[in-house]
């Protein structure tokens, strides 16, 4: 019986280990981070869960009505192969696109992450009326 033990405990150690990167996997395909979005008169609160991740290692754009918050926080690139003799934790980048409801005051956004939480604050653009020149013949 004991010579059946170390192909049971490759087994287990192989086959959780494929389910958590391809949990990893599922998770980036499957809208991550996961964030909550508030929204008042004047601006749009966004909070987004990314624990472990530095404020080095995430990207916060605007283009238009689109927020992008992207990471390629990836393996640790220190690790040797050979020193590892276990590996259970994997880390994989994501890019996730929110749509904002209304055009935003992309110079004025501020953003800080705190204890794994990234809040992000969107002012709300001034809206600017613009006399319309009509043309005859």
Do not use: H
């Not at 927020?67 to 980048?93: A, D, F, M, V």
């Amino acid at each position: 019986m004991f010579w059946v033990e170390p192909f049971i405990n490759e087994f287990f150690d192989k086959g959780f280990n494929l389910v958590n990167r391809n949990l990893a996997r599922i998770l980036q395909d499957n809208e991550y981070p996961p964030i909550n979005i508030y929204m008042s008169e004047n601006d749009i609160l966004v909070l987004a869960e990314v624990p472990g991740i530095n404020p080095d290692e995430i990207d916060v754009s605007v283009n238009g009505d689109i927020l992008t918050l992207c990471s390629n926080c990836g393996e640790n690139k220190n690790e040797k192969p050979e020193e590892i003799q276990r590996k259970e934790i994997y880390s994989s980048g994501f890019s996730r696109k929110i749509k904002l409801p209304f055009i935003v005051d992309s110079e004025k956004i501020e953003a800080e992450i705190s204890r794994g939480i990234l809040k992000i604050v969107i002012p709300r653009a001034e809206e600017k009326s613009k006399k319309i020149q009509i043309k005859g013949s």
